[in-house]
């Protein structure tokens, strides 16, 4: 969001307005931090398909997914928590229960996949 900044109608008018230049972004060492420690938590064996064949691939990839899935359900949980924090009860409440439904759904895929074939 960006600052609304009133000018004087006479400059206006005679075009004496002369727009700021905005300098360029550069990262503050926060996000610098954030994308080394992301870049380090990206595990490697995302990319065994190359390397490793048949099931043994899927197990190291659907490990991967999992573990992403953890990060994730932490990350939807701490925002919750904040949206708490600022007053926003409901909407906490919403992504507390959609983050535990959907982190439950994807740790027993396979288990609701198994069951289904049973069925």
């Known amino acids: 969001m960006t600052k609304t900044v009133a000018l004087e109608w006479g400059a206006f008018q005679s075009g004496n307005v002369i727009p ?6 550069l990262p ?14 990206i595990p490697k064996t995302v990319f065994a398909s190359s390397v490793a064949a048949g099931s043994a691939t899927w ?3 659907f490990s991967t ?6 990060w994730l359900c932490v ?6 928590g904040i949206t708490w924090m600022f007053g926003n009860r409901t ?28 069925l």
């Open 20 to 25: 700021k230049v905005r300098a360029p972004y």
């Open 28 to 41: 503050t060492p926060l996000t610098k931090t954030a994308a080394t420690v992301h870049l380090a938590l």
């Open 59 to 61: 197990v190291t990839v």
């Open 65 to 70: 997914v999992l573990g992403i899935a953890d």
């Open 75 to 80: 990350g939807i949980i701490a925002y919750a």
């Open 91 to 118: 909407k906490a409440i919403e992504f507390l229960m959609g983050g535990s439904i959907g982190y439950i759904i994807v740790r027993h895929a396979v288990d609701i996949r198994n069951w289904l074939r049973m």
